[in-house]
């Protein structure tokens, strides 16, 4: 690329740092790693390289920057600097995508990537966060778009209350039979990706399914999953 876009990785696992750089570097990314436990100079640090995006990772206090902490304080900068959480802790990853707890919300993580990382995914996560040059205007409509080619699929398996919000996190919800579990696709744009969950009917109970690249395997997903629900029920 010509136009090098600067990431920054904090992770007091250098080996992993070191994985991440190297597999972006080849990508023709600017890579930075930092390491360290102050908050504070950390953040310091970050800015200073003037990021386009920064990877959080670690194991947090007290031998790394707590990422929560760290994201907070990047989405409030002014442009906010666009954060990807990197975790092993599969609790960590789920709060992180639904972004409905205090935290999450402060933290603003555009996307969760799991550890140990596929390294494609990883590639493709960070160039949708960097590498918006389209217009808003152009986006919202690509958005929209897919949107609706989602709920087409999704209504063409037979789903009902199938509804959908442009508020936060887009996310798409429907039930298979009336009264029945909600199923809720949260969709980050910026990714590109799908979390599938499943809450029980009074919503106090949430089981993730899926997290997916792109709307065609959303679709396919769904669909598929419809297909077991109604053999069971029959």
Request: net charge negative.
């Amino acid at each position: 690329m010509t136009d090098r876009k600067r990431i920054v990785v904090l992770d007091d696992d250098r080996d992993v740092a070191d994985i991440i750089q190297t597999v972006l570097l080849d990508e023709g990314f600017a890579v930075s790693c930092l390491y360290g436990p102050d908050d504070d100079t950390m953040e310091k640090a970050v800015l200073d390289l003037s990021p386009d995006c920064v990877i959080v990772g670690g194991s947090g206090p007290p031998r790394a920057p707590d990422p929560w902490t760290v994201a907070r304080s990047l989405a409030n900068h002014n442009p906010p600097i666009p954060t990807l959480l990197l975790s092993g802790s599969t609790t960590n990853l789920d709060e992180a995508m639904l972004g409905e707890s205090r935290r999450a919300k402060a933290s603003k993580f555009l996307a969760a990537v799991p550890k140990p990382f596929d390294v494609d995914r990883l590639v493709a996560v960070v160039t949708h966060a960097v590498g918006a040059s389209r217009s808003p205007e152009h986006s919202k409509d690509a958005e929209k778009s897919e949107t609706a080619t989602v709920m087409a699929g999704l209504r063409g398996a037979g789903v009902q209350e199938l509804r959908t919000s442009d508020t936060g996190r887009e996310w798409i919800t429907f039930r298979l039979k009336r009264h029945g579990d909600l199923f809720k696709l949260y969709r980050w744009p910026t990714a590109g990706m799908y979390f599938i969950g499943r809450y029980s009917p009074n919503g106090d109970r949430l089981q993730p399914l899926a997290e997916l690249y792109g709307s065609q395997a959303a679709i396919l997903y769904c669909t598929r999953l419809i297909q077991h629900e109604r053999l069971v029920d029959a």
